[in-house]
Structures are given as structure tokens and as C-alpha cells.
């Protein structure tokens, strides 16, 4: 079992930036691929970003790739999200998600990702 905190959501300027945080708690994050999504009003949860527990490598869906940044701190137990250059389009509840330890976290479905944090909205005006 994990819990997952999200924190640094907020209303923003189109073009600027925002951090995200999500702290995780338990002794297995190091071992844990972790993801970030997103759900816009009436809209389905998307895939945004993810990064492997194993390599540390990073994959993006297109509409962030180049503005979004993931990573990890696994000293901390928290991912990170630095979305820069935001647009209107990125306004969403955005969730952080992880599956069991050692899962490769290959997949971009949300139906495959066990535990998830109660989100934070960001707000992009224009």
C-alpha cells in the first residue's frame, strides 16, 4: 500500500510555469515507476508523463513533450512535474499514480495504474 500526495497546483498566466510535487509514503518508492495524468472537465484522464523505476528514463505524451519536465527525488519519496510555457489547453486536475513495486511502468493507460493521489488543478488563463 502507498498514499500519494499531490501539492503546487495553482492559477497561472498562459506562458508561465508551474511545479508540481507528489510525495509518496512507505519504504518502496525507489523501486516504483510513477506517472503523472490528467483530467479536464469532461474529458477523460490522460497521460502526461512517467518515469521508470529501473532507469530513470522519461517518456511524454506529445502534447507536453519539450515543455513538460518529470523526475524523481528518491531520497525524498517525491516526483516532480515542471511545466513550462503553459497554455489554456493544459488547465486540468492533474493526478500522480504508481503501480506495484518493480512494475516496469511501461503502460500510459490509467486502468493500469493502482494507487493515485486526490489531484491538484491548474489553471491556465489566457
Known amino acids: 500500500q502507498v498514499q500519494l500526495v499531490e501539492s503546487g497546483g495553482g492559477l497561472v498566466q498562459a506562458g508561465g510555469e508551474l511545479r508540481l510535487a507528489c510525495g509518496a509514503s512507505g519504504d518502496t518508492f525507489s523501486s516504483r515507476s510513477m506517472a503523472w495524468f490528467r483530467q479536464a472537465p469532461g474529458k477523460e484522464r490522460e497521460f502526461v508523463a512517467s518515469?521508470?523505476?529501473?532507469?530513470?528514463?522519461?517518456y511524454y505524451a506529445d502534447s507536453v513533450q519539450g515543455r513538460f519536465t518529470i523526475s524523481r527525488n528518491n531520497a525524498k519519496n517525491t516526483i516532480y512535474l515542471q511545466m513550462n510555457t503553459l497554455k489554456p489547453e493544459d488547465t486540468a486536475v492533474y493526478y500522480c499514480?504508481?503501480?506495484?513495486?518493480?512494475?516496469?511502468?511501461?503502460?500510459?493507460?490509467?486502468?493500469?495504474?493502482?494507487?493515485w493521489g486526490q489531484g491538484t488543478q491548474v489553471t491556465v488563463s489566457s
Open positions: 518515469i521508470r523505476w529501473r532507469t530513470g528514463s522519461t
Open positions: 499514480a504508481t503501480t506495484n513495486p518493480y512494475n516496469s511502468g511501461s503502460s500510459y493507460s490509467p486502468r493500469d495504474y493502482t494507487y
